[in-house]
Nanobody
């Protein structure tokens, strides 16, 4: 089992930045793909960014390319999502996810483990 706990959400003005953290525990993640998803009210959960824990194979949704960066800290077993130039349409609950796979999936069905989510609200 893998446990994931997100933090770092909050209220920010448009153009601002936030860094989300996802602390993982339960087992080593060397063979895992890690993903960030988000879900706005009334909308489906959508892929934001993902990467293999061991490195390489980083993917981003077109809507966040150039603004968001996914990274990880091995020693802290934490995955980060640095979000810059935030827009009101980035407002959503953001979820961290993990899956024992070499490939970085872009659909929620491709992930077995999920955090509880953290709210990000961007005001205009």
């Amino acid at each position: 089992q893998v446990q994931l706990v997100e933090s770092g959400g909050g209220l920010v003005q448009a153009g601002g930045s936030l860094r989300l953290s996802c602390a993982a525990s339960g087992r080593t993640l060397n063979n895992y793909a890690m993903g960030w998803f988000r879900q706005a009210p009334g909308k489906e959960r959508e892929f934001v960014a993902g990467k293999r824990w061991s490195g390489g194979s980083t993917r981003y949704a077109d809507s966040v390319k150039g603004r968001f960066t996914i990274s990880r800290d091995n020693a802290k077993m934490t995955v980060y999502l640095q979000m810059n130039s935030l827009k009101p349409e980035d407002t959503a609950v953001y979820y961290c996810a993990a899956n024992p796979s070499w490939s970085v999936g872009v659909t929620p069905a491709g992930y077995d483990y999920w955090g509880q989510g953290t709210q990000v609200t961007v005001s205009s």
